[in-house]
């Protein structure tokens, strides 16, 4: 009996450790970083981790998988991801960076970003697979291939695709894909309800969004291309 109790307390020691394990190893996961904050000056944009901790983002700051970016009436701002894909955020804007792991040898990973409300300017870096990229709106989703493109999502979940460089493949919830190239823009009703291809671009304009951010702003030594998040710039605190 005393055997039988050992082997029992045991097994019920060897199921809590693993579970511990488990859990230990899933949180960096959950809450690592994919890059860090591109824009040097700062107007606004906050960001909200997974613990609800709620913080201003700052240049050179981290940001982490599953963490909202939220910008205000007058606020913006520009990521940077590991393999040097750039988000510019403009005003009234919300995002999810679900997750972006990247392999720098391989240059090969996945990405996951949920587009919720407002206008961004969306620029590939350097992963090659380029299906590994899962770009989403309210109402489509989208597939890249080196691509630049500024997306739109408007209070009712219409979304408004256009591309600058590149091809997207925009496959809009109501059934239908649309192959987009350079100076072409494909508008998705937020009901689902329709969805068309058109000629120059439809998504509004915004300083903040208009010109790659490489063209306005100094991106040498940004944290985040490394995956350390550490360069020689400066931030505020």
């Given at each position: 009996?005393?055997?039988?109790?050992?082997?029992?307390s045991?097994?019920i020691?060897?199921?809590v450790?693993?579970?511990?394990?488990?859990v230990?190893?899933?949180s960096?996961?959950?809450?690592?970083?994919?890059?860090?904050?591109l824009?040097?000056?700062?107007?606004?944009?906050?960001g909200?981790?997974?613990?609800?901790?709620?913080?201003?983002?700052?240049?050179?700051?981290?940001?982490f998988s599953a963490e909202?970016?939220?910008?205000?009436?007058?606020?913006?701002?520009?990521?940077?991801?590991l393999?040097?894909t750039?988000?510019?955020?403009?005003?009234n804007?919300?995002?999810?960076?679900?997750?972006?792991i990247?392999?720098?040898e391989?240059?090969?990973?996945?990405?996951?970003?949920?587009?919720?409300?407002?206008?961004?300017?969306?620029?590939?870096g350097?992963?090659?697979?380029?299906?590994?990229?899962?770009?989403?709106?309210?109402?489509?989703?989208?597939?890249?291939?080196?691509?630049?493109?500024?997306?739109?999502?408007?209070?009712?979940?219409?979304?408004?695709?256009?591309?600058?460089?590149?091809?997207?493949?925009v496959?809009?919830?109501?059934?239908?894909?649309?192959?987009?190239?350079?100076n072409?823009?494909?508008t998705?009703a937020?009901?689902?309800?329709?969805?068309?291809?058109?000629?120059?671009?439809?998504?509004?304009?915004?300083?903040?969004?208009?010109?790659?951010?490489?063209?306005?702003?100094?991106?040498?030594?940004?944290?985040?291309?490394?995956?350390?998040?550490q360069?020689?710039?400066?931030?505020?605190?």
């Open positions: 009996m005393a055997v039988r109790r050992i082997v029992r045991f097994r020691f060897s199921l450790a693993l579970g511990i394990a488990l230990a190893s899933a960096p996961a959950a809450d690592s970083q994919v890059g860090a904050v824009a040097r000056d700062y107007s606004g944009a906050k909200t981790r997974t613990s609800g901790e709620e913080r201003q983002l700052f240049f050179d700051l981290p940001i909202h970016v939220d910008t205000g009436a007058e606020a913006s701002t520009a990521l940077n991801f393999d040097n750039h988000l510019q955020v403009g005003p804007s919300s995002v999810v960076l679900d997750r972006f990247y392999d720098p391989r240059h090969t990973g996945e990405a996951a970003i949920s587009f919720t409300r407002g206008l961004f300017r969306f620029v590939t350097e992963m090659k697979n380029k299906d590994g990229f899962d770009l989403r709106t309210p109402s489509a989703t989208l597939a890249i291939r080196g691509t630049k493109f500024i997306v739109f999502v408007a209070a009712d979940g219409r979304s408004d695709i256009s591309v600058i460089e590149g091809e997207v493949v496959r809009s919830c109501d059934g239908v894909v649309h192959i987009v190239g350079p072409e823009s494909v998705v937020g009901d689902c309800t329709e969805s068309h291809k058109s000629f120059g671009r439809t998504a509004p304009r915004h300083p903040s969004v208009d010109q790659d951010y490489t063209r306005f702003g100094d991106d040498s030594g940004v944290g985040g291309r490394d995956g350390t998040g360069s020689g710039g400066k931030r505020r605190s």
